[in-house]
């Protein structure tokens, strides 16, 4: 998110926005929290009025000549209910302090899972425009200055707003002579708050900013470390990196250089208006000024040095304002990329035609909860009836046109007929538009123009969950999750026995090497599997496939990773496994697309020849250019 973004949804409503999602979050704890800290600041306050009583006790005892005898039973009276207040205050604030600790860490805990929830509905279209580093930080230091805001800066700012009102009650009750100018100080150390911390909060926003950007870089560096190296491309790595996080130390800077300022800043105006009120206390008492007062009380002795500690507290209280600016803002910039990303819109899906388990009884297909190993569309109708279609892995693009951007078009009219258990191959220049086909059956992204059917439903009426599940995908960059081998072989179909997984790596070609691992089947995987091979982890990730056991296949780029040997063992196993069922291949190394039922070579979104393996080798079209390498395929 901009800057100018962030910064107009601090103002504007991230603030209602978080109190409104707490209050969900805890409906009956965090009012309860309210009341003891609402309790707890109220006492804090009540200590000025005691010690005017205890010092006008004292101070009437010395005018009469009273024996102590005579003067200690009020005095102490009043102590031991100052006393009884005092451990109120003490029990309150032992339980809201354990509350909001309840409270903290279950706000963070619901933000991550509902950040988390959103995300995993959103677009692909999001995580390709969106740097991931950026993404996560929103889970970590975002979520880490919003830890900060909730436990600390909340209590303390409610807290410390209580005690406000609570004071200028008092000491309007005493004195309103002496609050004016109380008062008029405030103002001044208020304009002061105003200004130095209206200049951090610019920048205390900029920094969540470029520490996501930070971070998103890091991000990037890390995973593309090896082509660092290979291209010595270190000190470009390096200079780009300096000018990020120049901008992150900059906002950093200078959010921090106006937030440090405040403070000693308003201490010492804190300490002039003590002096002040020191002063005006005297000049009240020596003139014998009239007291205006709710409680109608002349100015004394007992009135002045009771002022004077609350005047300290009153301004304290202000200073302690301005110390928690910076938790706020952070807090706030924090929740502003917590709610944008929470407030993404997520993947449309209008489908209604789910995938069903069924089975054919008198030659009709009913549905069934048996693992009969068939599979059916179910359409439901308008009125009220219901079909069935059998899943059988017919897909046809009719005109499709596409863009990922209205700017430039990436097809061109393509039409693509794939009847089930035939082998449809796309060949052609990097950015031909090959992956972005496989990417429309998926639906990934939407057509803007066309029809894509697969068994003659039309995709945009089958529930995309549903639709995705009737793919098998294996990708070019292999994806492998923390757990064991099994468990990433299992996650291609969560119902599925080890008997069915152990069935898929033998049928792929992965069984021999599996076996020869540590603990087999029940070796752990970690990052992204680094301890095996590529061709290894290739091989996990097509018995994923596997596994799931549908009639479509996409495999893009399947067998890159591999070397020549291991890929003559995978092209036994996923040919076993390409039986019987439509399968697109998209191939930069023709040699594996040559029995394929129909090649497509397409360019710049086009498709120019379409054809077998012979049938376009004897036109000697371009196909045939890229066959004998008198034309390279990039």
């Known amino acids: 998110m901009a800057q100018k973004s962030n910064l107009s949804l601090v103002k504007k409503g991230t603030l209602k926005r978080l109190m409104k999602t707490l209050f969900s979050f805890f409906p009956v704890l965090l009012p309860f929290v309210v009341f003891l800290i609402l309790l707890n600041a109220i006492i804090s306050a009540i200590p000025a009025v005691f010690q005017q009583r205890i010092i006008a006790l004292i101070d009437e005892a010395l005018k009469k000549h009273m024996s102590w005898s005579q003067a200690s039973g009020p005095i102490f009276k009043n102590l031991m209910i100052l006393i009884v207040f005092y451990v109120i205050s003490l029990v309150a604030a032992f339980l809201y302090q354990r509350l909001m600790a309840v409270i903290t860490q279950g706000s963070l805990a619901k933000f991550r899972e509902q950040a988390f929830k959103r995300m995993e509905s959103l677009p692909i279209r999001y995580f390709d425009t969106h740097a991931h580093g950026d993404i996560m930080s929103v889970y970590t230091n975002d979520i880490d200055a919003l830890r900060q805001m909730i436990s600390q800066s909340f209590p303390q700012l409610f807290s410390t707003f209580v005690v406000l009102v609570t004071l200028a009650g008092v000491m309007i009750y005493y004195s309103i002579n002496m609050f004016i100018m109380i008062i008029i100080g405030v103002i001044l150390m208020a304009i002061v708050t105003k200004i130095l911390g209206g200049k951090s909060t610019k920048y205390f926003v900029k920094q969540q900013v470029t520490l996501g950007e930070t971070e ?43 937030s440090n300022i405040l403070g000693p800043i308003l201490h010492n105006m804190s300490n002039i208006l003590y002096v002040i009120a020191a002063i005006t206390g005297g000049v009240l008492l020596l003139w014998h000024v009239p007291n205006i007062s709710i409680s109608g009380m002349a100015i004394s002795i007992s009135i002045v040095v009771p002022f004077l500690n609350m005047t300290k507290q009153f301004t304290g209280s202000i200073g302690q304002v301005s110390q928690q600016i910076n938790a706020v803002v952070m807090g706030l910039a924090g929740a502003a990329r917590i709610f944008e990303l929470m407030d993404q819109e997520p993947e449309v899906d209008e489908g209604y035609v789910t995938l069903v388990r069924a089975k054919e009884v008198n030659g009709e297909i009913v549905e069934t909860t048996e693992r009969t190993g068939m599979w059916a569309w179910k359409h439901p109708h308008q009125d009220g009836t219901l079909s069935y279609t059998k899943l059988a892995g017919d897909v046809e693009l009719e005109d499709v046109d596409f863009s990922y951007n ?86 291609g179909y969560l119902d599925a026995t080890d008997e069915e997984c152990i069935g898929a790596a033998k049928l792929v070609g992965a069984h021999d090497f599996i076996t020869r691992l540590p603990e087999g089947y029940n070796t752990p995987l970690r990052n992204n599997g680094s301890n095996l091979s590529q061709g290894q982890r290739q091989l996990i990730a097509i018995a994923r496939a596997a596994v799931a056991d549908p009639p479509v296949m996409i495999m893009d780029e399947a067998t890159s990773s591999i070397d020549t040997r291991t890929e003559a063992i995978v092209q036994r196993g996923m040919d076993a496994l390409m039986h019987g069922r439509t399968v697109f291949v998209i191939a930069h190394r023709l040699s594996t697309v040559q029995n394929s039922d129909v090649i497509m070579v397409l360019d710049h979104g086009h498709i120019i020849e379409r054809g077998s393996h012979n049938d376009l080798i004897a036109k000697k079209g371009q196909y045939y250019q890229l066959y004998t390498g008198a034309f390279e395929l990039e």
């Open 216 to 258: 998103g870089y890091i991000e990037e560096m890390m995973n593309g470390q090896k082509v660092v190296k290979v291209f010595n491309h270190e000190k470009e790595a390096i200079a780009d990196f300096d000018k990020v996080n120049e901008n992150w130390f900059e906002a950093s800077r200078k959010a921090n250089m106006y």
């Open 406 to 491: 209205p700017n430039k078009q990436i097809l061109f009219d393509v039409n693509v007929f794939a009847k089930p258990g035939q082998k449809v191959a796309f060949v052609g220049a990097t950015g031909a538009g090959k992956t972005t086909i496989t990417n429309l059956i998926n639906r990934f992204y939407d057509i803007q123009k066309g029809k894509i059917r697969y068994d003659g439903i039309n995709i945009d009426k089958i529930k995309k969950d549903d639709l995705r599940r009737s793919l098998g995908i294996v990708l070019q960059d292999t994806n492998l999750f923390t757990g064991t081998v099994m468990d990433n072989i299992r996650y």
